[in-house]
């Protein structure tokens, strides 16, 4: 019966320590567990001022090209507990297409390349979304571009969330312009042009 009663004595000088751990482990659990909504679902709006859209095309024997899109936009819905069903939809103003040479800028707005003035707008619509890991997933699509559409796919990572209501995220991929029927440079400039963007999103 003592020794009962010195462990019972002695279990309950730990109880305290005991409910404090499990507490924390709780903590920890709970935001893994299923609900009714994750805290990163929801709708989001993609404004030009929280994106950077930059592209790279390869030259044979020189250095790249290099340029950006300044105006894109559109509306990503995110589901985290059930990611594929998440989608996004982003608008492109080619006019708004920048590199660091005048000529060059030029000439991508040109009839030869993006053909700004019959086609001023590009957009990707995604189809499919496919998690490859805890905070990434592979986005297939199509990329509508000088009265074309091609099916395309593009790396998303989702860098972080804040507490205003933003959520951020990185974007890898690229598209062949052979595809859209801009082929001029061809082969001294490559084919692919490569994609990497970076932004934030708004919920709303």
């Known amino acids: 019966m003592s020794s009962i009663r010195s462990s019972n004595t002695i279990l309950a000088g730990r109880l305290p320590g005991i409910l404090t751990v499990l507490a924390f482990v709780v903590a920890l659990v709970a935001p893994m567990q299923p609900a009714g909504a994750g805290p990163i679902s ?33 509306k990503m819905i995110l589901d985290q507990n059930r990611p594929e069903k998440s989608r996004v939809n982003v608008t492109i103003d080619l006019s708004s297409v920048q590199t660091n040479n005048d000529k060059v800028t030029g000439f991508l707005k040109s009839s030869a390349m993006f053909n700004v003035a019959k086609y001023p707008v590009a957009s990707f619509q995604s189809t499919r979304i496919r998690i490859t890991g805890k ?66 999103g708004r919920r709303g």
């Open 42 to 74: 929801g709708t989001y709006t993609l404004s030009p001022a929280n994106i950077d859209t930059g592209f790279t095309v390869r030259v044979l024997g020189g250095r790249s090209v290099k340029g950006a899109f300044k105006k894109v936009s559109g």
């Open 135 to 200: 905070n990434s997933a592979e986005v297939e699509g199509v990329l509508s571009l000088r009265g074309k559409t091609k099916r395309t796919k593009l790396e998303v990572t989702i860098t972080g969330t804040k507490g205003n209501g933003r959520v951020g995220f990185e974007v890898s991929g690229g598209f062949f312009r052979s595809f859209y029927g801009m082929e001029a440079g061809l082969p001294i400039y490559a084919d692919k042009v490569n994609l990497k963007i970076k932004g934030t």
